[in-house]
């Protein structure tokens, strides 16, 4: 677990310098969606599951619209409009952070996985609007 924590902590360190143009507050923002999703997983440690973050979800139906997110992103050219993307996936991020909890509570251990899955999809989304505010 102490391996873990290190590497966890490194990375935040790393991202903290690579997103160094951001404002103090869309940094806070975006550390607070990254420790959200770690604890998720810690939760799910706990229990003895392991999640794999990075396991590519096949849905043609969220990929399509995660590469629509990223289409919408890349040709916003004002913040207005990022923040409006921004807010959407926020939206998406909480159902499925409460799909979450509720699958926890019930021990729904493979509807747990799944959310937190999906999640890390849409703090992706989160974080590249972020960047780009």
């Not at 440690?45 to 849905?59: A, F, M, P, Q, R």
């Not at 969220?62 to 923040?83: C, F, K, P, Y």
Request: proline share 1%.
């Amino acid at each position: 677990m102490l391996g873990v924590l290190l590497a966890m902590t490194y990375s935040l360190h790393h991202l903290y310098f690579s997103v160094g143009n951001l404002s103090s507050t869309n940094k806070h923002r975006l550390f607070a969606q990254i420790f959200s999703s770690v604890l998720i997983c810690w939760q799910l440690k706990l229990e003895g599951i392991h999640v794999d973050e990075e396991k590519t979800i096949n849905d043609p139906e969220l990929l399509m619209e995660m590469m629509e997110i990223r289409e919408a992103v890349n040709g916003a050219s004002d913040s207005q409009t990022l923040e409006k993307i921004q807010s959407q996936v926020k939206k998406k991020l909480e159902i499925w952070s409460r799909s979450f909890e509720d699958a926890f509570h019930k021990k729904d251990f493979d509807r747990a996985i799944e959310a937190t899955q999906r999640m890390r999809y849409y703090e992706r989304a989160v974080e590249e609007t972020v960047k780009k505010l």
